[in-house]
T-cell receptor
Framework: GDSVTQMEGPVTLSEEAFLTINCTYT??????LFWYVQYPGEGLQLLLK?????DKGSNKGFEATYRKETTSFHLEKGSVQVSDSAVYFC?????????????FGAGTRLAVHP | DAGVIQSPRHEVTEMGQEVTLRCKPI?????LFWYRQTMMRGLELLIY????????DSGMPEDRFSAKMPNASFSTLKIQPSEPRDSAVYFC????????????FGPGTRLLVL
């Protein structure tokens, strides 16, 4: 079935370090792909998305490219800040019974220290 | 614009009591989702409404859980009777029902059943 696999956390980085969080997916057809971020005590917020192969989503210095050949959507940021500390969820949207169902990965916790 | 509004933000109750969680989706959105988040199981979709009609309730754990959407601006998730294993964060999300359209999450209700 459709699924999302993320690298396990926590990921601990120093401020200004380079970030990569790996995400791979299994899906039939051509899903849309998303990264959501959850700050402590809050709900999930959309960080970026891509709706077709080779699209690059970007926001707040984060970016991810939809790679159909490797079924991946890895999240990257060139220089992380303490304020980026959060849990990051990769997700895909697939048709299911007449609507688009979001399937989430397990989440990767990022901790950035000064 | 106001985002998705959930109440209460925190709920502590005793086993066997009835719990009602409330959600107001973003105005104009025609899809509403209830999710449950736990450390063990991650994010789980409980139920999906489209135009106030329940479309997919396959994620509802058991008969103790019920959800309603009497109009486009209000939904409830009820647990009766509650059990300690229901302790989790419950999120409501809304969206426009188009392919790949973003789901917007509320801040969640943190439920603790003693």
């Amino acid at each position: 079935g459709d699924s999302v696999t993320q690298m396990e956390g926590p990921v601990t980085l120093s401020e200004e370090a380079f970030l990569t969080i790996n995400c791979t997916y299994t899906a039939t057809g051509y899903p849309s792909l998303f990264w959501y971020v959850q700050y402590p005590g809050e709900g999930l917020q959309l960080l970026l998305k891509a709706t077709k192969a080779d699209d690059k989503g970007s926001n707040k210095g984060f970016e991810a490219t939809y790679r159909k050949e490797t079924t991946s959507f890895h999240l990257e940021k060139g220089s992380v800040q303490v304020s980026d500390s959060a849990v990051y969820f990769c997700a895909l949207s697939v048709p299911s019974g007449g609507y688009n169902k979001l399937i989430f990965g397990a989440g990767t916790r990022l901790a950035v220290h000064p | 614009d106001a985002g998705v509004i959930q109440s209460p933000r925190h709920e502590v109750t005793e086993m066997g009591q009835e719990v009602t969680l409330r959600c107001k989706p973003i105005s104009g959105h025609n899809s509403l989702f209830w999710y449950r988040q736990t450390m063990m199981r991650g994010l789980e979709l409980l139920i999906y409404f489209n135009n106030n009609v329940p479309i997919d309730d396959s994620g509802m754990p058991e008969d103790r859980f019920s959800a309603k959407m009497p109009n486009a601006s209000f939904s409830t998730l009820k647990i009766q009777p509650s059990e300690p294993r229901d302790s989790a964060v419950y999120f409501c999300a809304s969206s426009l029902a188009e392919r790949g359209e973003t789901q917007y999450f509320g801040p969640g209700t943190r439920l603790l059943v003693l």
